[in-house]
């Protein structure tokens, strides 16, 4: 599956942005589809994650409450992330993936590890000023 992020940009702190991901090649409903996102100098870290069904979201306790991703639009192919009361320390390049593999409970393709996820796209900057 081919994935591509878009709808980064700059914002200031306390507002509100929304990234998607649009997926082409494979299936799409059959994947989970995740959110990571890297700061310069930092490892990549999880973000958010739907499952395949739409119904399952896990977040980090980071953006919990704050980020949103949304029920996917399979006839689409996209995936959404909604980000409200956004913060200086939010500012990354966001980074989608998905895979078939993928499991929100305990074991090797752990959600959260981002090599479980083999499938990325080429990732969307997110600049929150204060």
């Known amino acids: 599956v081919q994935l591509q992020a878009f709808g980064g940009g700059l914002v200031q702190a306390g507002g509100s942005l929304r990234v998607s991901c649009a997926a082409s090649g494979r299936t799409f409903s059959s994947y989970y589809m995740g959110w990571f996102r890297q700061a310069p100098g930092k490892e990549r870290e999880f973000v958010a994650a739907?499952?395949?069904?739409?119904?399952?979201?896990?977040y980090a306790d980071s953006v919990k409450g704050r980020f949103t991703i949304f029920s996917r639009d399979n006839a689409k192919n996209t995936v959404y992330l909604q980000m409200n009361s956004l913060k200086p320390e939010d500012t990354a390049v966001y980074y989608c993936?998905?895979?078939?593999?993928?499991?929100?409970?305990?074991?090797?393709?752990?959600?959260?590890?981002?090599?479980?996820?083999?499938?990325w796209g080429q990732g969307t900057q997110v600049t929150v000023s204060s």
């Open positions: 993936a998905a895979d078939t593999r993928v499991t929100f409970s305990t074991g090797s393709y752990y959600y959260t590890r981002p090599q479980t996820w083999r499938n």
């Open positions: 739907i499952s395949w069904t739409g119904i399952g979201t896990r």
